[in-house]
């Protein structure tokens, strides 16, 4: 069941800047089907309400103190949870070099700082529903900028070949197609797009859109 079936989507906010929180509250609190209901100054206070809430998508700022976005998007969605959070990451393309550990850290997605209401909104509603938000504008520039500056993914290679079409939605993941689009630009049903989607997961061992992005620029898929 997606929140969809179940009210407003719950999203917690973590900022170490009060006028930023202030914000993004705002701008999303005015969004139909989304409700703020809490705030967090620093890392160790957002994993704790986070846990305590269970918010249906944790929007972090990477810089904060006690502990940082990344550090929190690990503790909440790592690969060692066991129930892992939803968690969005905010940063400044420019001056932030910690993308990628992020990523690696279990975010679902993450936006610049200066998103507009749109962008926001649609990255929370994504990630609240098991998907990521994959901008072609600004996810797949940064996939690219920063994949291959971390270490080597532990399976260069898929467990089991992709097929024609595995290889086709791949691509499309990576340039920040959602569902819908590939459907369309494909010829296909959306249910066969996610059967593709959760299949080509399964083969090379990721866990959502994001990795699909990062493992496809990893293996020299789509050219940077």
């Not at 936006?111 to 529903?129: F, I, T």
């Not at 689009?181 to 593709?196: F, G, N, P």
């Amino acid at each position: 069941m997606t929140t969809a079936d179940t009210g407003a989507i719950k999203v917690m906010v973590a900022d170490d800047q009060e006028i930023a929180r202030t914000g993004l509250r705002m701008i999303l609190d005015a969004q139909p089907g989304i409700e703020v209901i809490a705030e967090a100054g620093d890392g160790l206070r957002a994993v704790e309400l986070a846990r305590r809430l269970r918010p249906d998508v944790c929007l972090f700022d990477i810089r904060m103190p006690r502990c940082d976005g990344i550090e929190a998007t690990a503790r909440l969605a790592g690969p060692d949870v066991a129930d892992p959070m939803a968690v969005v990451v905010i940063t400044t393309f420019d001056l932030d070099e910690y993308v990628y550990a992020a990523l690696r850290a279990g975010a679902r997605g993450f936006l610049l700082k200066d998103a507009g209401p749109d962008l926001l909104s649609q990255a929370v509603r994504a990630a609240a529903n098991g998907d990521a938000l994959i901008a072609p504008s600004i996810t797949a520039r940064l996939l690219a900028a920063f994949a291959g500056t971390g270490p080597a993914p532990p399976q260069a290679q898929p467990i089991e070949a992709l097929t024609d079409r595995e290889e086709q939605i791949l691509l499309a993941v990576a340039r920040g197609r959602t569902n819908n689009e590939i459907a369309d630009e494909l010829h296909i049903s959306l249910s066969t797009v996610k059967s593709h989607v959760a299949s080509l997961m399964t083969k090379i061992g990721v866990r959502n859109r994001v990795e699909v992005a990062m493992w496809a620029f990893e293996t020299k898929r789509v050219a940077r």
